[in-house]
């Protein structure tokens, strides 16, 4: 409001409150659904933010947890060129690693006794199988027999003391491959403890056989 000069007149001016409320409104209307629209795509935007760049940094977590737990078959299954895939790369050459040590000798490269022992425990859980029992009758047919053999080689500490273990180990290496060549498929080489050589044999008939193979 002001006063008019030369007059005692006090002039005012203003809106009725109608008038006001119905700008507000017709504000409000225009700036919520842009507003919505910004908060529910900055919203989007986090989560997409969050699965691109922290889901696979807690999926390599979990892996390395499984794999501390005795689990070396997890892999990593990297889907580009970022830090991330490079790690989750690295990390399944590792596994890889930790499996050849594990499971395999580093001087034959045979699968180790403890690969024979799981591979023993199934032939036998199959051969349980194949001559079950019920009700007192005996159902299917008994499987042929399993044979392990226990090859030792007696004389490469000779080597070992006169020529070195590097060439003992290529001595034990080169047998182990003539022996690994001469067997059939179903016959599977494993190293041992110490010089020996396993030669486990899912599939044989009579001791005879037996007898005739190893002479051969």
């Given at each position: 409001?002001?006063?008019i000069?030369?007059?005692?007149?006090?002039?005012?001016?203003?809106?009725?409150?109608?008038?006001?409320f119905s700008?507000?409104?017709?504000?409000?209307n225009?700036?919520?659904p842009?507003?919505?629209a910004?908060?529910?795509?900055?919203?989007?935007?986090?989560?997409?933010?969050?699965?691109?760049?922290?889901?696979?940094?807690?999926?390599?977590?979990?892996?390395?947890t499984?794999?501390?737990?005795?689990?070396?078959?997890?892999?990593?299954?990297?889907?580009?060129?970022?830090e991330?895939?490079?790690?989750?790369?690295?990390?399944n050459?590792?596994?890889k690693?930790?499996?050849?040590l594990?499971?395999?000798?580093?001087?034959?490269?045979l699968?180790?006794s403890?690969?024979?022992?799981?591979?023993?425990e199934?032939?036998?859980?199959e051969?349980?199988?194949d001559?079950?029992?019920?009700?007192?009758k005996?159902?299917?047919?008994?499987s042929?027999?399993?044979?392990?053999w226990?090859?030792?080689?007696g004389?490469?500490?000779?080597?070992?003391?006169?020529?070195?273990?590097?060439?003992?180990?290529?001595?034990f290496r080169?047998?182990?491959?003539?022996?690994?060549?001469?067997l059939?498929?179903?016959?599977?080489?494993?190293?041992g403890?110490?010089?020996?050589?396993?030669?486990?044999?899912?599939?044989?008939?009579?001791?005879?056989?037996?007898?005739?193979?190893?002479?051969?």
């Amino acid at each position: 409001y002001d006063t008019i000069p030369g007059t005692d007149w006090v002039l005012f001016s203003g809106l009725a409150d109608d008038a006001v409320f119905s700008i507000l409104q017709m504000y409000r209307n225009r700036l919520y659904p842009p507003l919505v629209a910004i908060l529910l795509f900055s919203i989007l935007g986090t989560m997409w933010l969050a699965e691109r760049f922290t889901g696979p940094v807690i999926q390599l977590e979990r892996l390395f947890t499984r794999a501390a737990s005795g689990d070396l078959t997890v892999r990593a299954q990297p889907r580009g060129k970022d830090e991330i895939s490079r790690a989750g790369h690295s990390f399944n050459r590792m596994m890889k690693h930790i499996n050849q040590l594990t499971y395999y000798d580093s001087v034959t490269g045979l699968p180790n006794s403890r690969v024979m022992e799981d591979a023993f425990e199934e032939l036998l859980a199959e051969r349980e199988t194949d001559f079950a029992e019920e009700d007192g009758k005996q159902i299917g047919q008994q499987s042929a027999k399993i044979a392990l053999w226990v090859i030792e080689a007696g004389n490469l500490h000779r080597v070992n003391e006169q020529l070195g273990y590097q060439q003992g180990n290529k001595v034990f290496r080169a047998a182990a491959q003539r022996l690994k060549n001469l067997l059939p498929e179903d016959m599977t080489v494993y190293r041992g403890a110490s010089n020996d050589l396993l030669v486990l044999c899912s599939n044989y008939d009579s001791e005879q056989e037996m007898t005739t193979m190893l002479a051969e």
